[in-house]
């Protein structure tokens, strides 16, 4: 039983790094002189320099949607934790998993635009870079942990 | 000596106005418009001196990546004088006030060749020291967005619907009490009528036992109807029984519905549960203790019915007597364990 809490906590931890990790790095497109993410870009070529990125609607969206989506990871633990002691025998984490199933889907729809946006925003000497694939891998990690919590009854 | 200070402070007495006798202009640093939009360009001055008549205000034109200025309005003499053979002709428009040391202008229907730097000088004599100032104009074709509005919109919406979910969650239920406690106690009225007049009614019967199975059986029949507020018909019968039961003891104190209540409660709740007889009347509340010994008997769906109804317990107990619910906690604690 605990070894099942542990594992469950350790898989949401995992889900939560990944959307920091990815959010925060500046990786989601890289070339020879060049990487740029969310927030920056920035070049090598004459001398290292970095502007703000541009102000475009879209990936002002996908900034916002990583960000919410973090929120919601963050309240989803913070929930399991309080659920973990006040839910009655035989309940289900419905909140929590609910939660964790919205951050995952925020974590999808900004992977999805940045994806759709990219003829415009990566160069095509560039290619996607770390950040963006960890993003691609929070997405069915927090979804596979929200659904576990949705299935999951509180024993003992 | 005395020589010496007086030479000193004509001197002094000479520079210092000199110093202060410097015009100075303010304009703006920057100005954003739209294409076939006006812009007013302000342009102010603030001298030590007295407005006077022949203040003058000019205005000059720098075009982007151009070292050539032109002049494009000139006020002098109390006349303004506009552009009328520049790229601005027709177009400009004084605005402003002399009197005001206010000296702003009109420019209508931009276009993109109209980007570049306005510079603005005023003369205020014998005040006529001073630098001009520039404001530099931009034109766009839509105005673009600020970094990070968007962003913050978005987040701000998503966790403000959040919020409201919540809100409209909780009053919902604290509605949901207060209305049931209403309704139950109105419907247990006209029970209590239909009642008595049953028992009234008919010859004196035979047998006590009868007539009191009659009533709780037509009892049974309303019982089984939920009440009309939507939410609560959705709940599972047990979950309104019990809830409703408790609100009807709740509503009306007194030996005879308590007593009722205890034997309704074996008809309909399927208790095995034996029940205290001892009638406990001043309080509406203790009759809790009965519903929570009678679920130690039954097992998980009473102990959730019962969670749920403790919060209708709750509330109803703090309207109908606003007794303080600490007691109800340590009391379902100690029958519940």
Known sequence: MLLLLLGIVLLHVAALVLLFVSTIVSVWTTGETSSADLWINCTSVNGFHCDPASTGEWIQAVQALMILSIIFSCLSLFLFFCQLFTLQKGGRFFLTGTFQILASLFVMSGAIIYTVMSPEWVPETNSFGYSYILAWVAFPLALISGLIYVILRKRE | ?337
């Open chain 2, 1 to 337: 000596m005395l020589t010496f200070l007086a030479l000193a402070s004509v001197v002094l007495l000479g520079i210092v106005p000199e110093q202060s006798q410097a015009i100075v202009i303010y304009t703006g640093w920057e100005r954003h418009a739209l294409v076939g939009s006006d812009i007013r360009l302000s342009c102010s001055f603030f001298s030590w001196r007295w407005t006077s008549e022949d203040v003058t205000f000019s205005w000059t034109y720098r075009p982007d990546g151009s070292r050539d200025s032109i002049s494009i309005f000139h006020y002098t003499g109390g006349a303004p004088y506009v552009d009328n053979k520049g790229p601005f002709r027709d177009r400009v428009e004084f605005v402003g006030n002399p009197g005001r040391r206010d000296g702003s202008i009109l420019i209508k229907n931009l276009d993109f060749n109209d980007n570049g730097t306005f510079t603005c000088d005023a003369k205020n004599p014998p005040d006529i020291v001073g630098r001009p100032s520039s404001v530099r104009l931009l034109v766009f074709e839509k105005v673009p967005i600020q970094a990070g509005v968007i962003t913050g919109a978005i987040i701000g919406s998503v966790l403000g619907l959040l919020v409201l979910i919540v809100v409209i969650y909780y009053l919902m239920r604290f509605l949901v009490a207060r209305r049931v406690f209403s309704l139950s106690v109105s419907k247990h009225g006209k029970k209590k009528k239909e009642g008595s007049q049953q028992r009234q009614g008919p010859a004196p019967p035979a047998d006590p036992s009868k007539v009191k199975a009659s009533v709780s059986e037509k009892k049974k029949q309303d019982l089984t109807q939920p009440p009309l507020f939507p939410i609560i018909s959705t709940l599972s019968r047990q979950h309104w029984l019990i809830s409703s039961e408790a609100l009807y003891v709740c509503a009306h104190r007194g030996k005879r519905y308590a007593q009722e209540y205890k034997r309704e409660s074996l008809t309909y709740a399927h208790q095995p549960a034996r029940l205290d007889e001892s009638p406990r009347t001043e309080r509406c509340c203790p009759s809790m203790s009965d519903l929570m010994r009678k679920a130690k008997y039954k097992k998980s769906p009473t102990q959730i019915t019962q969670v749920k109804s403790k919060r209708f317990l709750e509330i109803c107990c703090k309207i109908g007597q606003k007794q303080p619910v600490k007691s109800w906690k340590r009391l379902y604690r100690d029958t519940v364990t």
